[in-house]
């Protein structure tokens, strides 16, 4: 995430030379690709991580540190 980002609220993504923007409220890529494996991954944790990512964005956008949210084990 980046401060003072466009909306609507999504994170980039970056997978080796891949780059894309998810929405984190549908969970679909706004902008660019990623391999299905990886996309696969990003969406298992992004659902479980669903709250944790909205609450970051609202961080970032109030100048604040976002706060780490787990990786997928």
Sequence with gaps: MFYND???P????KYG???AQMSIETLEI??????????SLVLE???L??????????RARD???PSR????E
Excluded: K, S
Excluded at 10 to 13: A, E, G, L, T
Excluded at 30 to 39: C, K, Y
Excluded at 69 to 72: A, N, Q, T
């Design 17 to 19: 030379e891949h780059r």
């Design 6 to 8: 466009h909306v609507p």
């Design 30 to 39: 706004m902008e660019g690709n990623i391999p299905r494996r990886a996309l």
């Design 63 to 65: 100048g604040l540190e």
């Design 69 to 72: 949210i787990e990786p997928l």
């Design 49 to 58: 991580h669903r709250t944790e990512l909205l609450d970051n964005w609202q």
């Design 10 to 13: 999504h994170f980039h993504i």
């Design 45 to 47: 944790w992004a659902v």
